[in-house]
C-alpha cells in the first residue's frame, strides 16, 4: 500500500487544449478517493497518468516517496479495474484470477497463486464459481471476477475506471456494496472514477470534483453536500440538484422570485455591496409549513407556490413549482446547465417534502424555507459567498475520525476471523 501525490499535473494534447489542468491532490494511504465530473471534464485521463497509460505533460507524480512520472505501468506496481472487465473468455474464473500472477513467470510458486487466487475468491463470494467461464457469468460476477484479478497482485493501490456503469440498477447498488466493504477491509489505497452521483457521495472517504480539467473542490461528500467553494460544485452535487434562484438585495431583504427573505446577519456578510446575487436552496431544505410547531415555522420564511406536478416515490414527494429566471443571472445558470449536462427545460424548483404530504398536482402548497440553509453565490465568479470554512474543517475532521474508527474495526474483525481460522 502507499499513498498517492499529484502536484501541478498538467496533460496537454498536440493542440495545446490542456485535458487536465495544474492539478494538486494528496491520496493517503489506504484513503479511498472518488474523481467525479461531467463528461470530458478530465477525471479518467488523470486516472490513466496516475496508472501510467497517459504520458504526464507537467508536474510531478509520486507513489510512496518515488516519483514515477517515467516509469512503465508494469513498473508502478498497481492494479486497475476497467469498465468492460478485460477478462479472457477461454479462461476459467480461476484462470482470469490467476493470470496476473503466472504473467510474472517463475516469480510466484504454484501455491502462493493457488493461496492468493483463493484468497480473492473467498473474499468475493466467487468460490463456487472458479470453474466457470466469463460467458456463464452475471455482470456483477464478472465485475467480481475483474476485481478479483486485482486483489491477488496485492499491488500498492486499486484504481478503477468507471467500474459498473455496464451494470442494471440493482447490481450497481449490490456492488457498491462490495466494493465499499473490500476496500474497507484490505485497507488498499483505492483512485475511483465515475459520473455516478450516488456513486461518488456513498462509496469515497473524499470526492475530488473536476471541472474542464481543473480541480474545484476536495472534500469529503457531506462537506461538498453542505459546503460547497462555488456554483459548479453546488450544482454538480447532489441529486436532485441544488435550486439556483436569483435574488434581489433591497434594503433588508432579499427578494426571490418564490418569497421575500430579511437578511440575516449571515446573509447581508456575504452579499455584502451586491444588489444582484445567485441563491441556492437544496431541495430537502423545504418543508410542508402547514402543520408545523409555531415557534418553529417563525423562525423561517412561510411562502406559497403554485405546485404544477409532483412525483410520489414512496419514501419522498417531489414537487415542481415554475418560476422566471432573472435575465440578468440566465445567461449563467443556461452555461451551468450546459456544463452540468442538463435538458435544457423550462425553470422549475424541484422541492422534497414527506411522502406523508398531501400536497398534488395544482395545490397552492404553503411551503417553508429556514433562512440558514440559504446558499448565496457571487453571480460573476460564482464562489459561495456563505461557505462556512470553521463548519468545512469540523465536517472534514469528522469524516477522518469516522474513516480511521471504520477502518480499526475492519482490522479488528479481520484479526478475529484469521485467528479463529486458525
Known amino acids: ?41 478530465g477525471k479518467s485521463t ?56 503466472r504473467l510474472q513467470k517463475g516469480q510466484f510458486s504454484a501455491e502462493e497463486i493457488d493461496r492468493r487466487v483463493r484468497r480473492a475468491s473467498k473474499l468475493l463470494e466467487l468460490d463456487e464459481h472458479l470453474d466457470r467461464k466469463p460467458a456463464n457469468l452475471s455482470g ?24 459498473l456503469s ?7 447498488g449490490q456492488m457498491r456494496t462490495e466494493i465499499a466493504r473490500l476496500q ?59 435550486n439556483f434562484l436569483a435574488g434581489e438585495v433591497r434594503g433588508g431583504t432579499l427578494h426571490l422570485p418564490i418569497a421575500d427573505v430579511p437578511l440575516t446577519d449571515r446573509m447581508r456578510a456575504a452579499v455584502g455591496h451586491r444588489e444582484l446575487v445567485i441563491v441556492g436552496i437544496r431541495p430537502d431544505d423545504f418543508e410542508d409549513a402547514d402543520g408545523m410547531a409555531a415557534d418553529r415555522k417563525a423562525r423561517g420564511v412561510t411562502f406559497q407556490a403554485n405546485v404544477d406536478v409532483t412525483e410520489w416515490l414512496g419514501e419522498v414527494l417531489y414537487a415542481y413549482v415554475p418560476y422566471e429566471v432573472h435575465e440578468r443571472v440566465r445567461k449563467q445558470l443556461d452555461e451551468l446547465d ?3 449536462e442538463g435538458e435544457g427545460m423550462r425553470s422549475q424548483l424541484v422541492i422534497a417534502l414527506d ?4 400536497i398534488r ?35 472534514e475532521e469528522d469524516a477522518k475520525n469516522h474513516r480511521k474508527r471504520a477502518l480499526e474495526r475492519a482490522r479488528r474483525r479481520a484479526s478475529e476471523q484469521e485467528a479463529m481460522a486458525g
Not at 508536474?59 to 477478462?87: C, S, T
Not at 455496464?166 to 450497481?172: G, H, M, P, S
Not at 483505492?190 to 480539467?213: K, P
Open 355 to 358: 411522502s406523508m404530504s398531501p
Open 184 to 242: 474497507r477491509n484490505l485497507g488498499i489505497t483505492t483512485v475511483y472514477v465515475t459520473h455516478d452521483q450516488i456513486e461518488a457521495m456513498t462509496l469515497g472517504d473524499r470526492v475530488a470534483v473536476l471541472r474542464r480539467g481543473i480541480l474545484q473542490q476536495v472534500a469529503s461528500p457531506r462537506g461538498l453536500y453542505e459546503q460547497p467553494v462555488n456554483l459548479f460544485v453546488a450544482g454538480f452535487i447532489g441529486s436532485p440538484p441544488m
Open 338 to 340: 450546459r456544463e452540468l
Open 140 to 163: 456483477g460476477q464478472r465485475q467480481r471476477v475483474a476485481m478479483g484479478r486485482a486483489i491477488v497482485r496485492e499491488a500498492r493501490a486499486f484504481l478503477f475506471d468507471e467500474p
Open 166 to 172: 455496464n451494470l442494471d440498477a440493482k447490481l450497481r
Open 1 to 41: 500500500m502507499a499513498s498517492i501525490t499529484m502536484e501541478h499535473i498538467v496533460k496537454q494534447y498536440g493542440d495545446g487544449f490542456p485535458a487536465v489542468n495544474d492539478v494538486s491532490l494528496d491520496i493517503d494511504d489506504g484513503e479511498f478517493v472518488i474523481l467525479v465530473g461531467p463528461s470530458g471534464c
Open 46 to 101: 488523470l486516472l490513466r497518468m496516475i496508472v501510467g497509460l497517459e504520458d504526464i505533460t507537467s508536474g510531478e507524480l509520486r507513489i510512496g516517496e518515488e516519483v514515477v512520472n517515467d516509469k512503465a505501468p508494469r513498473d508502478r506496481d498497481l492494479a486497475m479495474v476497467f469498465q468492460n472487465y478485460a477478462l479472457y473468455p477461454h479462461l476459467t474464473v480461476y484462470e482470469n484470477i490467476a493470470f496476473p500472477l
Open 361 to 395: 398536482d395544482g395545490d397552492v402548497a404553503n411551503l417553508w424555507i429556514d433562512p440558514d440553509k440559504i446558499h448565496v453565490f457571487d453571480p460573476e465568479s460564482g464562489l459561495n459567498l456563505t461557505r462556512d470554512e470553521a463548519r468545512a474543517a469540523q465536517i
